[in-house]
T-cell receptor, first 115, second 115 residues
Framework: GAGVSQSPRYKVAKRGQDVALRCDPI?????LFWYQQALGQGPEFLTY????????KSGLPSDRFFAERPEGSVSTLKIQRTQQEDSAVYLC?????????????FGPGTRLTVT | AQTVTQSQPEMSVQEAETVTLSCTYD???????LFWYKQPPSRQMILVIR??????QNATENRFSVNFQKAAKSFSLKISDSQLGDTAMYFC????????????FGSGTQLTVLP
């Protein structure tokens, strides 16, 4: 079956622009995670959804970051007024349920470059 | 809070040889999972192997095996008969069992398999 997909794969934004990154989880997966991976580093947690409910957004670095999953499937991570420090790969992962969060399937990521 | 430490930023190994990647972690939890993920240049995060903390037997997956030392909070990955396709960034990761919590990753080890 289809895995987790993300779009776009690459995004270049000028400082100050708004960007929207999309994640399509595996069909039927209840849990969805966003991670931010800076160059040469491990991924760091941003936010978590169970269905349409955003249950944890403790990792969002500032109020310029906003995520939604209105119908409990596709999720969008929005970054407003992008800054150079936002340049990173943004990874999305999904799992079948909350109880199987130990089995997360990752998408290919979106590489964001802010110039 | 949980932390994962990978003290080897880079390693290399000759093709067909064996290499061991190190990982230590810190947690006050007793039930958790540990993982090794592989991330090639395509950025796709691929699960290599998973270990459940309550299991004493070390996990193995074909050429990949772990040495899990719970008391020492150590979780190393051994790759036998290294292949050129094993060249990638390897991340050690941790998640608390039964929670919807995020994965916590180490900073990674870049492994290069030399022909």
């Amino acid at each position: 079956g289809a895995g987790v997909s993300q779009s776009p794969r690459y995004k270049v934004a000028k400082r100050g622009q708004d960007v929207a990154l999309r994640c399509d989880p595996i069909s039927g997966h209840v849990s969805l995670f966003w991670y931010q991976q800076a160059l040469g580093q491990g991924p760091e947690f941003l936010t978590y959804f169970q269905n349409e409910a955003q249950l944890d957004k403790s990792g969002l670095p500032s109020d310029r970051f906003f995520a939604e999953r209105p119908e409990g499937s596709v999720s969008t991570l929005k970054i407003q007024r992008t800054q150079q420090e936002d340049s990173a790969v943004y990874l999305c992962a999904s799992s079948f349920s909350r109880r199987t969060a130990y089995e997360q399937y990752f998408g290919p990521g979106t590489r964001l470059t802010v110039t | 809070a949980q932390t994962v430490t990978q003290s080897q930023p880079e390693m290399s190994v000759q093709e067909a040889e064996t290499v061991t990647l190190s990982c230590t972690y810190d947690t006050s939890e007793s039930n958790y999972y540990l993982f090794w993920y592989k991330q090639p240049p395509s950025r796709q995060m691929i699960l290599v192997i998973r270990q459940e903390a309550y299991k004493q037997q070390n996990a193995t997956e074909n050429r990949f095996s772990v040495n899990f030392q719970k008391a020492a909070k150590s979780f190393s990955l051994k790759i036998s008969d290294s292949q050129l396709g094993d060249t990638a960034m390897y991340f050690c990761a941790f998640i608390i069992s039964g929670s919807a919590r995020q994965l916590t990753f180490g900073s990674g080890t870049q492994l290069t398999v030399l022909p």
